[in-house]
């Protein structure tokens, strides 16, 4: 506001340059990843089809420097009592993806940026007439790339 002031009556002032960031020193960088809701409700299929979970998950991103892609991987889903939902049948969506993601392979669900930010991500699962009904759990993971 004081430089526009003084562009207007005509007086010229030294304009300071933009500041500049220090690097972080690599002993002090930091990137902190945590999920909410904590567990995923994947929520209950009558069907078999193509099914969007119910709930999003949100993924916070606390960070001091310039990291690179954040990368999610999923194990496959077990039922206690046996049947299995392998990562293919597995999709995920970002605002760093193209629509839903088979995660058959890890997933960039970010792209490198620096700083703390939020990311949230969309599943979907499809299931089989031959899964049995009941509860299955797995681990998503989320690794951190380097920066390019």
Do not use: W
């Amino acid at each position: 506001m004081a430089v526009t002031l003084f562009g207007l009556t005509g007086v010229t002032a030294a304009v300071q340059p933009a500041k500049v960031n220090k690097p972080v020193p690599v002993a002090q960088q930091f990137v902190n990843i945590t999920t909410s809701p904590d567990r995923l409700n994947l929520g209950t299929t009558t069907f078999p089809g193509i099914h969007d979970l119910p709930e999003a998950l949100t993924v916070e991103v606390e960070s001091n420097c310039l990291h690179g892609s954040i990368v999610i991987s999923s194990t496959k889903l077990t039922r206690r009592g046996g049947g299995v939902i392998m990562p293919e049948r597995i999709s995920v969506q970002s605002p760093a993806t193209v629509g839903y993601v088979k995660m058959s392979k890890p997933v960039a669900i970010s792209k490198p940026t620096e700083g703390s930010h939020k990311i949230v991500l969309d599943f979907r699962v499809q299931s089989d007439m031959i899964d049995l009904a009941g509860k299955y759990t797995g681990t998503f993971t989320f690794t951190i790339m380097p920066p390019v």
